[in-house]
């Protein structure tokens, strides 16, 4: 994973809730800075533990290569190439039979020149919240993997403005068992905390949604790896 000296002299105020539900992670976070552009993701792999943790590595190993190594630094075509590269390493004879491992994941590229964010998903999308305001930024219905729709990655832009805040996140947070009914959290509940609490400093917010999941989670197990990034623009 990338240090946190490293993110923090890209993007300096940022946060990232990291809890990999064993030792090893099927969660993993990148960031990376070709030029003017910044390029995060989060990343939620099949699978948790030793397995899970192989796809990170897989994973971390091809977006190193595609952005640092080949200089590729739009969204879509990152989502399509990793999705090559996975294909090719999990299915070699080309057998229906063939692992569907992959990963779901959301990406965005910041063009500080031209004040904008390009943004591609894998079934995970991403928010940005303005204002006190959060919208979703909604990915493709489709996993970086082997899979009956492998259609072309979308990319949507959006404008950029000073104070705006964009999330990242895999669904280990919303979907983690608790509260009174033993019920999910969910992701309407996950954007109205974002939503509630926006005037929280970033590093503020992170502990602030420690705290509530750990509320939440009480004596409930943790179900999956988690990874939420914050960035401030």
Request: proline share 5%.
């Amino acid at each position: 994973l990338p240090t946190d000296e490293y993110i923090s002299e890209i993007i300096p105020d940022h946060f990232i809730l990291f809890k990999p539900r064993d030792i090893v992670s099927g969660d993993f976070y990148w960031l990376s800075q070709k030029n003017n552009k910044i390029i995060a993701t989060a990343v939620d792999c099949t699978g948790h533990g030793v397995p899970g943790a192989f796809m990170s590595m897989l994973g971390i190993s091809f977006m190193n290569k595609i952005v640092n190594e080949m200089n590729i630094t739009e969204p879509d075509e990152i989502l399509n190439r990793l999705r090559s590269n996975i294909v090719d390493a999990l299915h070699p004879k080309g057998y229906e039979s063939e692992s569907k491992d992959g990963m779901d994941m959301s990406l965005c590229v910041i063009d500080i020149e031209k004040n904008i964010i390009k943004f591609s998903g894998a079934f995970n999308s991403m928010f940005r919240l303005r204002a006190g305001e959060i919208i979703e930024i909604k990915a493709d219905r489709m996993p970086v993997a082997k899979y009956d729709v492998m259609e072309p990655f979308s990319t949507k832009v959006i404008d950029m403005q000073k104070g705006d805040i964009i999330y990242m996140y895999s669904d280990g947070y919303p979907d983690q068992f608790g509260g009174p009914k033993k019920k999910k959290f969910m992701k309407g509940k996950f954007k109205r905390l974002l939503e509630e609490n926006h005037k929280l400093a970033l590093d503020e917010q992170k502990i602030l949604l420690e705290e509530t999941l750990e509320n939440w989670k009480g004596n409930e197990p943790q179900i999956d790896d988690i990874v939420v990034i914050g960035i401030k623009i």
